[in-house]
Structure formats: C-alpha cells, structure tokens
C-alpha cells in the first residue's frame, strides 16, 4: 500500500498495516511490550528500546509528529479558553503545540499587554466600567478574569477566520480579538450582568455575539439583606445578543439588545443554524430558585438545586426580538436595550422545555435540526427536534406556563430521541459523518453515537456506537469545527480536569490533560497527551487552519487597536523630542539596534508622553522597550506604532532597554531617561 508521509503523519493512513516511513518504521511484530519486540529497524529500532517503547507507541507519536520546518503539517488550530488566567490559549493539531498565549482579559507580560502601551491599557479600562451594572468597580479596575467560552466568528455557519471572542465568567464580561494580528482589541463590560455563561456563541453570521447570565443579578435593591428570601421577584437573568460591527468585529451597544430571563441559573448555550436560524438555545439548572444557607438551618444550595426531575431549556427567537426591539417594546436598563420578561413570553421571543435535571451542554447539530441536551444527572443525551419544537409552538401544544407566565411546551410533543451514553453527560460535539461526541465526565469517557435522519435511520439512528475510555474526568471536548454547519472530522481533543499518572510530579496543583483522539479508523485512538500548565481550559473551538489569514507584519505605523495607521507613528529622520510646559513629548523609532532619541530628559513631576514606532519590515523582527522601576513594558511588532505615558515621579537615571532579544547587539540596544 503507497502512503504518502503527509497522509502517515496526519493519520490518513491511521488503519493500514505495514506502515512506512523512508523505510525505517516496519510492520509490528512480536507482543507489542517494548524491546527488541518493537518491529522497529535501524537506529529508531535502539531509541525504542532504550526508551522502553512499543511499536503501537512509536506509531501514535508519528502519527501526531509535526517535524521542524512543516508547520504546514498542523492542519488546525484550537482556541481554548485559559480559565483562571483570563486568556486564549492557541494550540496546534496534531502536533498539540502550544503556539500562542493571547491575554484577553489580563495583563500579559512577554506582548506587553497592560504595561504602558496606550492600546493595552485603553482595552484594560474599557473592561471595567465607571457605571452601568451594579458590581461596576467595586474594588477598582478588573484585571483577572475566568475566560470559559471561545467563539469564532462565522459566515453562513462556517468559522471564517476573522475574529475570536470569550465571556469572562466571573465578572459577566466578553473580549474580541482580531485574528489579523492575535491581539485584543475590546473588552465589553456587559449591562445587567454579574456572571456569565450562557456563550460566548455567535449568530450564523456573526449578526451577534451572545452572552448571558449565570447567577441571577440582583434588580431589587431596597432591602438586600433580604433578598434572597424574595429571590423570585429580586433576581432576574439576561441574555445578551451583542451587536458586532462587521467591518471591526467590535460590540456596537447602542445596536444590542437583552432579553430578560427568569432567575433560574442559565448555563450553556448554542445558536441555531440553516433550519433552526434565528433561534438561541439556552440549559439552565434550579428551576427551584433554591438559595442556599447551610450555616441558617436551610439545605445546601446543591441540594435544594436538584430537587425537581426536570429543569428548563430556554428557547429565545432571537429574529422576533429584533422586531420588538425595532418596534420600541423594550425598556432601557443601565443603558441597555432589555425586553422585559413578560414582553419576552407573551410575544413568543421566550419558551420553556423541560429537560432532563442539572443540564450542562445543549449543541445544536450541524444541520440544525437536532437540539442535544446532556444531563449530568442523567445517564441520556436528550435529542430535541426543532421541526417538532417550532409545529409545537405554532400549535400552542404547552403544558403549562412557569411562575412569571412563560409558556412550558410539551416535552413529549419534542423528543425526537433519548440516547443512553453513561454516567456524567456534559457536552457533545459533531463530525463530518452524521456521528455526535459526548463528553461523560464521571465515567471518564467519550461516547460515540450516531444521529438520526438525513445523517442515520431506522435502527442505526441514535445508537450508542463506542465508547473511549479518557485519562480523567473529561469536561468538555472537541471535534475540529464541530459546532458548524460543515465539521472536519478527523480529530477530537478531550479536555480532562485531571491528571493523576499522566505527567511528573510538578508538585501540589497538577497540570489538567487534553488528549488528541483520531478519529479517522474504525475505532476511536488516543495519540497524544499534552499537559496545560498556565490554565484550566473549559471550551475549545478547533479551526481549519488556511481559514485564518493572519498578518506577519503590520502596514509600516499601525496602531495595534484601531488596526489603522497611527496618528503618532514615526518614520525614520523625523525622531524628536519636545516640552510643552510640564509635559515632554517624544517621537521615537525603534530598529534593530537602537532607540532613536536614545537620552530623554525630564523633570520630577513632568508628564512624559513617547509614541514608539518599530520601523522593521522583516517578520519576527519584534523589539521591546521598558523602563526599570516605572513597570512599563512594551512589546512592538514590526510595523508597530503605540504611545507610553507616565509622570516621571521618581528622580534618577533609567536605563530603558530592548527586552526582545533582536540581534547580535541586543544587549547595546538601549537608552536613558533622566529625571532630575
């Protein structure tokens, strides 16, 4: 059998026998337990046995292998929330390389992040609002973040490259980075919000880029220290559906709009798409409006959440909440655009379904109509038929109507299928062959299973096909663009929350574990484990990687945030350096090795405003400039044009330095600034 070397190292060829490259890796022999039994030849023959390796072993790494000089062979890119971190964390498949670390929410060191450039510290301030929501600035300016949710913009429900955006889960904020040059460029403290995690997601189009609450806000602020015993009428939630400026991909608020939910506890959330477009889909747990209080004789929150056998999937059509937006049937919350609740479920933007207690995923399938509800209470994935969904609606077949009026559609009127996976059920993703992934997070498994028509039918629909046992507690997972109208297939990557015996002893807090699984043989294979070090991811969205376009150097003076030329930049022979009464204004160019002015001089006390252009055309020819003791640090890519401001409230002598190692006089790449 002819298998080309991209096909062996991609996995195309991940069932054949006889594998071969260049005639070193023969067929395996012997019992496959390291050792002269490996089937190996030549010198690759010893390092398996030095090692201790298989011949099954030395197969799943080529198969993952991307050798230096072919970064062409990482045929996707994953973008995966970095938790804790407040960042995006860029990873290649199959090599499971970690590429790019993008601060979205945070400040971010090595790029220079929100330490003096203008750019950074302007996205920085916008993320934390004066006045707009009632947790606005409660202890100054937010600078972490629990990034969960990735979301690439879309064109006709396919991932296009542009844009990529992440809720903060902690503080109800989203961040949008340009995927021209991988860096942030607004952070939007969202109204009405104090948690979220309801999205990010994007509309079909990227019409809009939704969020929604988590823990209900408080809208009743006479008698806070009794509001949880009125948490009914105290608390609501909110989706968001954030408008997005297709020429910038930055939220446009004035054009945004919410809809006012009830205080049940929304989680996960997806968009419709082709027969469900214009629909949003949103989980939610404690339908009880439990509160918690175990040091007051009540019941643990936990407990008193999962009373009922039945919690609410909120169905929002989105496309009849834009026409009472238009139509004027909304009021204006802390400058927000919210349609009431009673608004919402007497003009058909709101419905209920029952759904299976303590829902986490709810995936839309790629065709749009199969609606997949994972219960982590409930050993089924739940199918929803969005045909049934919107016949039902049409027909008003309801069985009920929740506390504040909003119609309950019948569930039996929606089941297309439920589908018994396992223990623990979380989040389920698709391929480009009919079948659905889903995550078991207490069984430690993947789930395989296939859906029903177009995709399978009669007894080979909805069917447990396989399960692959994963190294542990998987949360979320991902198949590369399962969540678009047109998956890859091809390759899953689990996102397991521990690690125990997978990696060294690196003391008390282990790293968590992603592990690549091919999907292109008859069975499901782990090829590779990659520990996460700096965050605990939660969602991941995987892109084919010639959908992104990205720049290697900017047009000569742009401003990293407006991605347009900078008023500011600096072209070499114009370097110069000015006092206007208690400010020192300075245009500098930075090249390989020199700042130019390289002696600023002030006076304790001046304003010192530099505008810093790199003047590099070459790719990777990236500078630094920071100044000792006045934590500035900046980092400019070629082409790059940013502004540093700062009062020079410390005399002395600052050596300001190149902290970018950028060539053979790196270390003489430096200046002084003098503050008598």
Request: hydrophobic share 40%; with cysteine.
């Amino acid at each position: 059998m002819a298998v080309t070397r991209r096909e062996l190292l991609t996995g195309g060829a991940a069932g054949a026998a006889g594998l071969i490259v260049g005639g070193v890796i023969g067929r395996a022999v012997g019992g496959g337990d390291g050792g002269g039994g490996a089937g190996l030849s030549g010198d690759v023959q010893q390092v398996a046995d030095a090692r201790g390796l298989t011949a099954e072993e030395v197969r799943k790494a080529v198969k993952s292998f991307v050798p230096p000089g072919k970064p062409d062979l990482d045929e996707f890119l994953l973008f995966s929330s970095g938790g804790h971190g407040g960042q995006i964390l860029v990873i290649g498949v199959p090599s499971m390389r970690l590429y790019k670390v993008i601060g979205m929410f945070t400040p971010e060191p090595w790029q220079g992040f929100g330490y003096g450039a203008d750019w950074g510290e302007a996205v920085l301030d916008e993320g934390t609002t004066e006045a707009g929501t009632p947790y606005s600035r409660a202890r100054g300016k937010l600078t972490w973040a629990d990034t969960h949710h990735p979301a690439l913009s879309e064109t006709n429900g396919e991932y296009d490259g542009r844009w990529v955006y992440i809720n903060d889960r902690a503080n109800g904020r989203l961040a949008m980075a340009d995927l021209r040059d991988f860096k942030v460029k607004q952070i939007v403290d969202v109204p009405n919000l104090q948690s979220s995690h309801g999205g990010a997601f994007v509309t079909p189009n990227t019409e809009y880029v939704h969020i929604s609450s988590m823990t209900p806000t408080l809208v009743k602020t006479e008698n806070i220290d009794k509001a949880l015993d009125n948490f009914k009428d105290a608390f609501r939630g909110y989706s968001s559906f954030l408008a997005v400026d297709q020429k910038t991909g930055r939220v446009d608020l004035s054009r945004s709009f919410q809809v006012e939910l009830p205080p049940y506890t929304q989680d996960l959330a997806d968009a419709g798409k082709l027969v469900s477009y214009g629909w949003a889909f949103i989980n939610s747990y404690n339908a009880e409006m439990a509160t918690g209080g175990n040091l007051e004789g009540k019941e643990p929150l936990e407990v008193g959440a999962s009373q009922r056998d039945f919690d609410y999937l909120h169905v929002i059509n989105w496309k009849k909440a834009e026409e009472l937006v238009a139509a004027g049937r909304y009021t204006t919350k802390n400058g927000m655009k919210v349609i009431p609740l009673e608004v919402a479920a007497k003009e058909g933007v709101l419905y209920l379904v029952p759904e299976p207690r303590s829902p986490h995923g709810v995936d839309v399938a790629p065709n749009g109509e199969y609606i997949c509800v994972s219960g982590k209470l409930d050993p089924h994935a739940t199918v929803y038929s969005f045909t049934k969904l919107k016949e039902a609606i049409e027909k008003q077949d309801f069985e009920d109507k929740d506390v504040y009026g909003v119609p309950i559609v019948r569930y039996d009127a929606v089941v297309a299928a439920r589908v018994e996976l396992g223990a623990g059920p979380l989040h389920t993703q698709f391929d480009d062959k009919g079948y659905a992934y889903t995550s078991l997070f207490l069984e430690s498994a993947v789930a395989k299973w296939s859906l029903g028509e177009p995709y399978f039918s009669g007894d080979q629909a909805f069917k447990l096909v396989e399960k692959l046992p994963i190294h542990y507690n998987i949360g979320h997972l991902v198949v590369m663009e399962g969540d678009t109208v047109k998956p890859a297939g091809k390759y899953l990557v689990a996102l397991n929350k521990w690690s125990i015996d997978r990696f060294p002893v690196v003391g008390t807090l282990k790293p968590q574990n992603f592990q690549l699984v091919d999907l292109t043989g008859e069975k499901m294979e782990i090829i590779a484990d990659m520990p996460i070090t700096a965050a605990e991811p939660h969602y991941v969205q995987g892109i084919r990687i010639d959908r992104i376009k990205a720049w290697e150097v900017y047009p000569p003076g742009t401003n990293p945030l407006t991605m347009e030329p900078d008023p500011n930049a600096v072209k070499e022979g114009e370097e110069r350096i000015e006092r206007k009464g208690n400010t020192v204004e300075v245009w500098a160019t930075v090249k390989r090795s020199n700042f130019k002015p390289d002696i600023i001089r002030a006076k304790k006390g001046d304003k010192v405003v530099i505008h810093l252009t790199n003047v590099e055309t070459t790719p990777d020819a990236t500078h630094g400039f920071a100044i000792p003791r006045y934590n500035i640090n900046v980092s400019l890519d070629p082409g790059e044009a940013t502004t540093v401001e700062f009062v020079a409230d410390t005399q002395g002598a600052f050596a300001y330095y190149c902290t970018e190692f950028c060539s053979a006089l790196h270390l003489e790449m430096q200046g002084w600034l003098l503050v008598s």
